[in-house]
């Protein structure tokens, strides 16, 4: 065939100098909430927008949605610009919200085929029941969504934000308040539908959950990206650790053989040597620690949390 494919996108989503300052409220000052964010994010990607509560993320996914009005700046979904196209744009995109907001009266296929309707999918198109099967809630199709779980309700918006098949996918802490077994199961669905080509993006706060799930990690703080890379080149960068030792006796100062390493010395005697995992071994590190006349009561070993990512990253901009 000789037709010329429609051309796909390189960015499944653009944001470029995006700005958002939700106005004063009874005598607060005015938020601002996003700081001119400017993203690319590849389509085909399982794109981790990471950051703590309060960073902005809601507040940028909500833009793209349709759900914010933004103050400045402009956005892409799928090549489209949200105001030039703002139906065509959001065609492209399903949005899973932070917060379960649903008509408690209708049930889960009765939401499905009202969304379905809402975007214009004809009837022999729609795929609602085999969307409830994929997301576990086959049995539930005709039960009041009042009668749901937290976790069913959750899943039924993940089904809700699928009725129109949209290339992107966002998903909105999606494993906030949801078990462990859960979580498990709506990252395996994710998964699968990356694998069938969706691009996916999700919002955390957990650094964890972001390495478990992307490919690739934008951090955002404050309304500003501060990070946005693959994940193990991220991952490279906050290779560290710490090892804390408690000695039998208390340390009045770091011995001499320790002096190479980025130790210290609390006022309770207590050590803390901060390390690369990629330059020493925490066994190498103990034995070292041994060697120079220390013995040893307790020891415990940290990895970095969100903080830390923070710290570092924000003191290596500085620098
Ligand atoms: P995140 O999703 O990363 O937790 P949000 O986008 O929800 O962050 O919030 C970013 C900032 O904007 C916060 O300071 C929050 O209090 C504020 N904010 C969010 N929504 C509103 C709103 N509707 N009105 C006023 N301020 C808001
Ligand atoms: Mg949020």
Partial sequence: MLGTA??????????????????????????????GV???IPRGSIFGLLGPNGAGKSTLI???????????????????????????????IGVVPQEINMDPFFTPIESLEYQAGFY????????????LEAMGLADKAGAYVRALSGGMKRRLLIAKALVHSPP????????????????RQLWDYVRDLHQ??????????????????????????????????????????LDHKTLTIHPTEKLTKIPAK?????????????????????????ASLI??????????????????????????LTSRQAS
Wanted: proline residues 5%; negative net charge.
């Fill in 287 to 312: 034995q070292l620690v041994q060697a120079s006349g220390i013995s040893i009561s307790d020891l415990q070993t940290a990895e970095p949390d969100l903080e830390d990512v923070f710290l570092s």
């Fill in 120 to 131: 214009g999918v004809p009837k022999s198109e729609r795929r609602s029941m085999e969307i």
């Fill in 196 to 237: 069938r080509g969706a691009t996916i993006i999700l919002t955390t706060h957990y650094l964890e959950e972001a390495q478990e799930l992307c490919d690739k990690i934008a951090i955002i703080n404050h309304g500003e990206v501060v990070a946005c890379e693959d994940k193990d080149t991220l991952l490279k960068r």
């Fill in 38 to 40: 400017s993203l690319d």
């Fill in 62 to 92: 909500n833009i793209f949605a349709g759900l914010v009005r933004k103050t400045g700046g402009t956005g892409e979904i799928w090549g489209v610009d949200i105001d030039a196209n703002p139906r065509q744009a959001r065609a492209a």
């Fill in 168 to 183: 992107v996918l966002v998903l909105d802490e999606p494993t906030a308040g949801v078990d462990i077994e859960l979580r």
């Fill in 258 to 282: 320790l002096r190479g390493l980025d130790a210290s010395l609390d006022p309770a005697g207590v050590l803390t040597i901060r390390y690369r995992t990629r330059e020493h071994g925490v």
């Fill in 6 to 35: 429609p051309k796909l996108p390189e960015f499944a989503l653009r944001a470029i100098g995006l700005e958002k300052t939700y106005p004063a409220q009874k005598g607060l000052a005015p938020v601002k909430a996003l700081n």
